[in-house]
């Protein structure tokens, strides 16, 4: 099987730093997963964080149904990006996702959809992100049924809003949240006993003097990319572009 990832700092895994800097995530520890007794088994990783949907559904789908030999299955999340901007337009999201859908069919490779991680507990303006993620969600829930597509609602997992799971920009996933969701994904893939589940039940410290880190470390940044209209993922390349082994 050969198995590529396309998305943006999600699937990319973000929040998941090896000792060497390079990014694991979930899509790197599914794929590692599922070809553990295969020595054939291939993987790519086209994601690349700060990636609105359109060109994750064009030029990374592009670049994925053109690797050769072709992929058995594709990982397609995106949309968390827009979402965040003013003016997204949901419906327009959800064509984005079913091109891509109609594509893959036509092509005769497997695609799997997943709906990002629920950070909106720990976020300023978090109950506009979680309106506007539960109408996006729920759009591609009846999208992919229709397709008959394999759908895992990573945004619908309660477990993963723990504050626990989360990195400390509050935005990405760390590195138990990455093997949260790989575990949901095995589990879809009918992989069983992969669920991973924290045991500490412990509250994040939310004291004025974190808060002010936070905004002055995090938010800040944000907001002067969006206002010079810069992404965090200007110049930076998919960490494999082409067939790899993962171990």
Known sequence: MRYVAIGDSFSEGMGDERADGIPRGWADLVAAALGAADP?????????????????????????????????LISLNGGGNDMMRRGADLAHLVRLIEGA????EAAGVRLMVLSGADPSDHLPLGRVLRRRAEQLTEAVRELTARHGVLFVDCFGDAELRRAGYWS????????????????LVLAALGVPGAEHR???????????????????????????????????????????PAWTSVS
């Not at 592009?62 to 030999?69: H, V, Y």
């Not at 859908?101 to 893959?104: D, F």
């Not at 039940?201 to 969006?226: E, K």
């Open 198 to 240: 924290l045991d500490d039940t412990a509250a994040a410290a939310r004291g004025l003097a974190v808060q002010a880190r936070y905004y002055r470390q995090h938010v800040l940044p944000w907001v002067l990319r969006r206002v010079r209209g810069r992404s965090s993922g200007d110049g930076r390349v998919a960490k494999y």
């Open 101 to 104: 859908v109609e594509r893959c």
């Open 40 to 72: 054939q088994w291939r993987y790519a990783n086209l994601a690349i964080r700060g990636r609105l949907l359109e060109p994750i559904v064009t030029t990374q789908l592009d670049a994925a149904l053109a690797m050769s030999p072709l992929p058995t």
């Open 168 to 183: 400390a920009d509050r935005l990405h996933l760390n590195a138990a949240g990455h093997r949260r969701v790989a575990g």
